[in-house]
């Protein structure tokens, strides 16, 4: 069943459409990841076009560097763009968890979100034409640009709905996702190639409202192992729990006094919970 599509619903197989009459032994529903995001993919019209005048910019304009990045342009694979994925495509999941009566959504989105001028929302966006300058609403205070982009509008109000919902939930806010090498078990002991301040090991800093981008600043990164041992801990938390938080791990050496959390997910997890704090959607 495609979540995008706008019969979801009917597509599902019958045991999750009627779940009371389910012919599967275990009908106990408890939990649900919700992990799908829009994918950017470069236009290849626009790279070839950064390339073409790379020359001209360097000899004519001067201009340093030549390659223009921000004339490169992105679209959305399989033509699944924010609006469709990241907002309609979660609230059917999460409309899906109700009829289920789940006890706890887990939703991976994305830091940045309290940011509207965040690189990530111009992707997939193109210049507008001169004639179309004013957004539509006429009031000329958009960013003079065109097409589907707005991804971390449209998670955030995504988010927003499941907090609505009165569900529990615990949305995961990664920072930027990288590959893991490391096979070993336990977030405790994978290592990465980063030894700055003498230390290869990474412990979880969590926190709310995208301040870790201001204590970190490049360093808000969390590998996919990491984020999905994350998830994996937050299945456990107390039925109705409801919270919001930012995530990324950083090597032990750079650590926040502020920050100081245990090296698993699930302790972690667990220490943050104490705090009692959770992301602003107002």
């Known amino acids: 069943s495609d979540i995008a599509s706008p019969t979801f619903h009917e597509d599902l197989p019958s045991c999750l459409r009627h779940p009371s009459a389910s012919e599967l032994p275990d009908n106990d529903w408890h939990a649900m990841i919700v992990c799908t995001s829009a ?73 940045g979100g309290t940011d509207p001028k965040n690189f990530l929302n111009s992707v997939g966006k193109r210049p507008r034409r001169w ?47 990288f590959d893991d090498e490391s096979t070993t078990a336990t977030t405790a002991d994978i290592t990465h190639n980063d030894t700055s301040n003498g230390s290869t090991d990474r412990v979880f800093a969590l926190d709310v409202d995208d301040r870790l981008g201001t204590r970190y600043g490049r360093q808000t990164r969390i590998s996919r192992s990491e984020l999905a041992d994350l998830c994996v801990a937050s299945l456990s938390v107390p039925t109705g729990t409801k919270i ?21 997910a699930q302790e972690s997890l667990d220490a943050f919970l104490t705090l009692s704090k959770t992301a602003s959607y107002v």
């Open 39 to 111: 994918v950017p993919v470069l236009s290849r019209r626009s790279l070839v076009s950064a390339v073409l005048a790379t020359p001209w910019n360097k000899i004519v304009r001067r201009q340093q560097p030549s390659f223009d990045t921000k004339a490169l342009r992105f679209k959305w694979k399989h033509g699944g763009y924010p609006e469709k994925v990241d907002y309609h495509g979660q609230l059917h999941q999460f409309q899906l968890a109700q009829s289920l009566d789940m006890n706890n959504v887990v939703l991976i989105s994305s830091m």
């Open 131 to 177: 004639w179309k300058k004013k957004n539509r609403n006429g009031d000329g205070n958009d960013d003079d640009m065109d097409g589907h982009g707005n991804l971390l509008i449209w998670k955030r109000r995504a988010e927003q709905y499941l907090v609505e919902t009165g569900l529990g939930h615990v949305i995961l806010h990664p920072g930027g996702l």
């Open 244 to 264: 919001s938080l930012d995530c990324i791990t950083v090597p032990s050496g750079a650590i926040n006094s502020n920050d100081s959390h245990p090296t698993s």
